[in-house]
């Protein structure tokens, strides 16, 4: 795709959207990892709906590593894969507190040290707390990158690279979340709603429905 195209398309993106964020509800860096952790293989719904309690009852890494495992499972068990999760959170928590105060570090080699969090999570949090020009490539933006032409590539670090050098540095910091969000609710899996999609006349898909 050429980067004419390219900046047209994060054009009307930001057009239609100036200020994107995550759907997750979160009120402190360290929740939002929690949820980050938890919305893998998960909706944001889903994930939004079970830390209400659990934030409620234990905001704060400090308080997420008391409650242990086990409780932990008692506010998660909604959500997929949930007994993982509860072990990767309940383990997360207490190197937080133990080595960083409790805080969520800005820094990729120490996020990516702490159990449940990957590439992808570590990009969110140094995108969305940090605001760092990074882009987490989930399956949402992975489709889209491939679909459309915008970033084809056979995994998710080629996606990730490929989307890197290719969006204009002044669309990057909120790239992420045009992507995630366009591919949530218009390029979708199954059957994407390509007679309302705003960048429709730009994509290359070949198999587009207007």
């Keep these: 795709m050429s980067p004419k195209k390219i900046r047209a398309i994060f054009e009307r993106l930001c ?8 759907e997750l509800e979160y009120a402190t860096p360290f929740q939002l990892l929690v949820a980050v952790i938890l919305s893998a293989q998960a909706t944001d719904k889903g994930v939004n709906l079970a830390t209400r309690a659990l934030f409620r009852d234990a905001p ?20 997929g894969l949930y007994p993982t999760k509860a072990k990767n959170i309940a383990a997360m928590a207490k190197i937080l507190v133990l080595r960083h105060g409790g805080e969520v570090p800005h820094d990729r080699a120490a996020l990516e040290e702490l159990p449940g969090v990957g ?3 570590a990009n969110v949090i140094l995108n969305t707390i940090f605001h760092e020009p990074v882009i987490a490539v989930d399956t ?14 056979r995994d998710v670090k080629a996606v ?13 910091l909120h790239a992420h979340h045009w992507l995630i969000l366009h591919g949530r609710y218009v390029c979708k899996a199954r059957k994407p709603e390509c007679h309302r999609c705003l960048i429709h006349d730009l994509c290359e898909f070949p198999e587009k429905n207007v």
Excluded at 165 to 171: E, G, L, S, T
Aim: hydrophobic share 30%.
């Design 15 to 22: 057009k239609a959207c100036p200020e994107p964020t995550t």
């Design 60 to 79: 704060t890494a400090k308080k997420i590593a008391a409650l242990g495992e086990e409780k932990l499972k008692d506010y998660i068990n909604t959500i």
């Design 119 to 121: 590439r992808k999570t």
């Design 140 to 153: 949402h933006i992975f489709r889209l990158s491939n679909r459309t032409g915008l970033a084809p590539g």
């Design 160 to 172: 990730e690279e490929k989307l890197t050098r290719a969006i204009p540095k002044d669309f990057r």
